[in-house]
Nanobody, 128 residues
Framework: QVQLVESGGGLVQAGDSLRLSCAAS????????MAWFRQAPGKEREFVAV????????NYADSVKGRFTISRDNAKKLVYLQMNSLKPEDTAVYYC?????????????????????WGQGTQVTVSS
C-alpha cells in the first residue's frame, strides 16, 4: 500500500530555514498530486502547499507565500518543502499528503479529506 514518511523537522530560531522531505513508497508517485499541511496544537489542519504531478503547477497558503517552496523528484519519489524565514507561527506538525490524481484542482487542493494518503508528520518548532 501507499506509504508516506516525513523527515527534516526540528527546533530552529525565527528567521532560520528548514527543508522537509517526504518519501513515498508502494504507489505510482509520478501520478500523484502532492501537498503539505500543518497542524498546530488546538487548531485545525491547515493547507500549506501543493504541486501537481511534475511540480509544474504549485499553490501556497497566503501565510507562507514567498517563504516556502514545494518541489518534487519523481525519480526518487520524494517531495520537499523548503521553509525559509521561519516564524514562530509556523510551529506545527507538518504532514505530507498525496492524491491519486495527477493535477488536483485548486479548490480540492486545500481540503484535507480530498487526499487519500498521509504521513505521520514531522514536528517543526520555531522559537522567538
Amino acid at each position: 500500500q501507499v506509504q508516506l514518511v516525513e523527515s527534516g523537522g526540528g527546533l530552529v530560531q525565527a528567521g532560520d530555514s528548514l527543508r522537509l522531505s517526504c518519501a513515498a513508497s508502494g504507489g505510482t508517485f509520478s501520478w500523484y498530486s502532492m501537498a503539505w499541511f500543518r497542524q498546530a496544537p488546538g487548531k485545525e489542519r491547515e493547507f500549506v502547499a501543493v504541486c501537481n504531478w511534475n511540480g509544474g503547477r504549485t499553490n501556497y497558503a497566503d501565510s507562507v507565500k514567498g517563504r516556502f517552496t514545494i518541489s518534487r523528484d519523481n525519480a526518487k519519489k520524494l517531495v520537499y518543502l523548503q521553509m525559509n524565514s521561519l516564524k514562530p507561527e509556523d510551529t506545527a506538525v507538518y504532514y505530507c499528503a498525496g492524491k491519486n490524481f495527477p493535477d488536483i484542482s485548486a479548490i480540492d487542493s486545500v481540503v484535507p479529506v480530498k487526499y487519500e494518503y498521509w504521513g505521520q508528520g514531522t514536528q517543526v518548532t520555531v522559537s522567538s
